[in-house]
């Protein structure tokens, strides 16, 4: 009889965990998500980080929590995570009161673009398997994945020699409202530039040093057609690898210009994430331009906007810039646009990158 009785109440005590454990285990449980930088490189590693925190007094024994991620971001194998079909990942967790568990995941940023690991599917459960919980959890886990910077030796020769070329051809201006420092003053210094506060203060003649400006703005300019008779906007998957190199071609390009001193933008007939419209980001300098021009690169999508002729039609109204051109091909149409450009007062060259013409640049 006692045996009976023990029984039933350890049946009785299950089913009441049970029942606490579904109505109130996942209003007590709060998920985070977070990569550990914003913005990774392509081919780089990283970490995702994940906490899980168990608010309520009472133990859960176990917690999957599952979400989408894209196959472009791969997750290192690890105890306690597995990722299905590269495209789902599925976490588990044991929690006791008030506790809070916080894991490391390596990622490795295979492609570039911008991702978001979005919502999360958390499922709790009693420790034999017999009534389990689910519920949906909104987050938003963005990372932006750059081009893949190449070295000099990966670039294209012509196109790694037209820049150093560009660089060394840039006209220094003297600019009187940066100055860069002091010094003494030299026979035949401008006495415009006497620092006179100076001189008199240290009794010596000493004269500003003024920093300079560099005229020269290299604008490159992808076209997003493969063929001069490309039907519709967007590529076929065999296709695309062509397409990143050159993303990752002129990311490089833009980069070494602008450590070089050099303003730099690019301009596509492709859109950034779901827009309509084709990219164009000027050329300039300053401190936080690389990341703004890398962001750019990271958002482009592979979708053809203009045909590009047309697209470049559209830029015969700048003037007084260096603009690089790389196309799939070469026609009689680029030819001419690229013609306009030139008369608009640009320095323009066309480099095609792949197929029979793979070596010409004009």
């Given at each position: 009889?006692n045996?009976?009785?023990?029984?039933?109440v350890?049946?009785?005590?299950?089913l009441?965990?049970?029942?606490?454990?579904?109505?109130f285990a996942?209003?007590?449980?709060k998920?985070?998500?977070?990569?550990?930088?914003?913005?990774?490189?392509?081919?780089?590693?990283?970490?995702?980080?994940?906490?899980?925190?168990?608010?309520?007094?009472?133990?859960?024994?176990?917690?999957?929590?599952e979400?989408?991620?894209?196959?472009?971001l791969?997750?290192?194998?690890?105890?306690?995570?597995?990722?299905?079909?590269?495209?789902?990942?599925?976490?588990?967790?044991?929690?006791?009161?008030?506790?809070?568990?916080?894991?490391?995941h390596?990622?490795r940023?295979i492609h570039?673009?911008?991702?978001?690991l979005?919502?999360?599917?958390?499922?709790?459960?009693?420790?034999l398997g017999?009534?389990?919980?689910?519920?949906?959890?909104a987050?938003?886990?963005p990372?932006?994945?750059?081009?893949?910077l190449?070295?000099?030796?990966?670039?294209?020769?012509?196109?790694?020699?037209?820049?150093g070329?560009?660089?060394?051809?840039?006209?220094?201006?003297?600019?009187?409202?940066?100055?860069?420092?002091?010094?003494?003053?030299?026979?035949?210094?401008?006495?415009?530039?006497i620092?006179?506060?100076?001189?008199?203060?240290?009794?010596?003649?000493?004269?500003?040093?003024?920093?300079?400006?560099?005229?020269?703005?290299?604008?490159?300019?992808?076209?997003?057609?493969?063929?001069?008779n490309?039907?519709?906007?967007?590529?076929?998957?065999?296709?695309?690898?062509?397409?990143?190199?050159?993303?990752?071609?002129?990311?490089?390009?833009?980069?070494r210009?602008?450590?070089?001193?050099?303003?730099?933008?690019?301009?596509a007939?492709?859109?950034?994430?779901?827009?309509?419209?084709?990219?164009?980001?000027?050329?300039?300098?300053?401190?936080?331009?690389?990341?703004?021009?890398l962001?750019?690169f990271a958002?482009l999508t592979?979708?053809?906007?203009?045909?590009?002729?047309?697209?470049?039609?559209?830029?015969?109204?700048?003037?007084?810039?260096?603009?690089?051109?790389?196309?799939?091909?070469d026609?009689?149409?680029?030819?001419?646009?690229?013609?306009?450009?030139?008369?608009?007062?640009?320095?323009?060259?066309?480099?095609?990158?792949?197929?029979?013409?793979?070596?010409?640049?004009?």
């Amino acid at each position: 009889m006692n045996v009976l009785v023990i029984l039933v109440v350890l049946v009785a005590l299950f089913l009441l965990a049970n029942l606490l454990l579904d109505k109130f285990a996942l209003k007590g449980l709060k998920c985070t998500r977070a990569f550990s930088r914003p913005a990774f490189f392509e081919g780089e590693e990283g970490e995702m980080i994940e906490i899980v925190r168990n608010d309520r007094p009472m133990i859960v024994p176990w917690l999957r929590v599952e979400s989408y991620i894209s196959p472009h971001l791969q997750l290192g194998n690890q105890d306690n995570l597995h990722v299905a079909d590269s495209m789902y990942y599925c976490s588990l967790f044991s929690l006791m009161p008030y506790q809070q568990v916080k894991r490391r995941h390596r990622v490795r940023f295979i492609h570039r673009g911008a991702f978001d690991l979005g919502n999360a599917s958390l499922t709790a459960g009693d420790l034999l398997g017999l009534n389990q919980s689910t519920r949906e959890q909104a987050m938003s886990v963005p990372v932006l994945v750059y081009p893949r910077l190449l070295d000099e030796r990966d670039l294209p020769e012509p196109l790694s020699r037209l820049l150093g070329e560009t660089i060394a051809r840039r006209h220094l201006l003297t600019d009187p409202f940066l100055v860069r420092g002091i010094r003494p003053y030299l026979p035949g210094d401008p006495v415009r530039d006497i620092h006179w506060p100076a001189t008199a203060r240290m009794g010596d003649t000493i004269l500003r040093v003024h920093d300079h400006t560099a005229q020269t703005r290299l604008l490159v300019v992808m076209n997003a057609q493969r063929t001069v008779n490309q039907w519709g906007d967007r590529l076929m998957d065999y296709e695309e690898g062509e397409m990143e190199q050159m993303i990752s071609v002129a990311a490089t390009l833009c980069v070494r210009a602008l450590r070089a001193g050099l303003p730099a933008g690019f301009a596509a007939n492709m859109p950034l994430d779901k827009g309509e419209d084709s990219v164009m980001l000027l050329p300039s300098g300053g401190s936080a331009r690389e990341e703004e021009l890398l962001t750019a690169f990271a958002r482009l999508t592979l979708r053809r906007t203009l045909r590009f002729p047309t697209f470049l039609e559209s830029l015969t109204s700048l003037s007084g810039m260096d603009v690089l051109v790389l196309s799939c091909y070469d026609s009689e149409e680029i030819q001419s646009a690229l013609s306009k450009l030139r008369r608009a007062g640009n320095n323009v060259q066309l480099h095609v990158m792949y197929g029979k013409e793979a070596q010409k640049t004009c």
